[in-house]
């Protein structure tokens, strides 16, 4: 059947461009592409309002928002005020707005947001304020970019770091919430023959917990997105999405800043690198991610990183 003679046979009550569109977004790899909003800080620290429009120009459709928040714990905005001297903007959360406002603005460019990294003091001591956030910005997945070092010295510190997830995810489902644990590629290399990460993955619950992979930091880790993601189908429910102009790997295990920051020379956009994206969005949708979220940190030319991502992902 024809395109036209199937919009026919639709039954004439919807116009046939709003139905194209719909049609074209359904068929889509990724439906609703998403950006981590730290691609894009000095755009928006400059002008949120037309930062946000261009984001929506571009055709993304979610947001994932950046802590600390006007909410978060003081130790949450001291260790953000020590790390400034290494940044070239300062705004985090909601750019200077409320939460509310800052959701006005989303709405009037067709944006939502499903999820925000945050602090682990804050969840712990703040949850209420933390949820009500949420829910004024429509968000359901909330949680940590990364564990802090001093919490994943052994594979002890691994099983305390999931029973505590487990904990705080119970305490946000009574929100309607759950926690999110976006791993930075530490972790992936075995300790006395068990890979840290697979052990925190077995002992989560995934009725409370939910994982994000940035398939980057990943590979970084020495590990397959692809394995992962079939490994633990139903556990990944977000993905970030960027690319390796080469092959790299940390030199040690990807514990520390220092290595992670050796790398963000390699990143690339999604269609510019060496690693299969088309087959790990493949992957990744069969096994259960609903939010895909381009992620490529600070980068350097804002509006071309947007569009060339945008131009490649939703011709996937």
Known sequence: MKRREFLAAAGGTLAAGAFGSSFAAASRAIPRLGLQLFTVPILLEKDLEEGLRQIAKYGYKELELYGPYPFSVPAAHESWRAVLPMLKFTQSGYFGRTAKEFRALMDRNGLSSPSMHIDLGTLKERLDQTAEAAHILGQRHIGISNLPPDRRKTLDDYRRAADEFNEIGQRMSRHGLKFLY???????????????MRLLIERIDPKVVSLEMD??????GGADPVEMLETYA???????????KQLVHFEGDGSNADEWVKLFPYMANAGDGVLDIPRIVKTARRTGVKNFHVEFDQAADPIGTLKANADYLLRL
């Open 182 to 196: 976006h791993n930075h590629g530490y972790g992936l290399k075995p300790v006395n023959g068990v890979v840290p």
């Open 215 to 220: 398939i980057y930091w990943t590979i970084a």
């Open 234 to 244: 139903g556990r990944y429910r977000l993905v970030h999405l960027k690319n390796m």
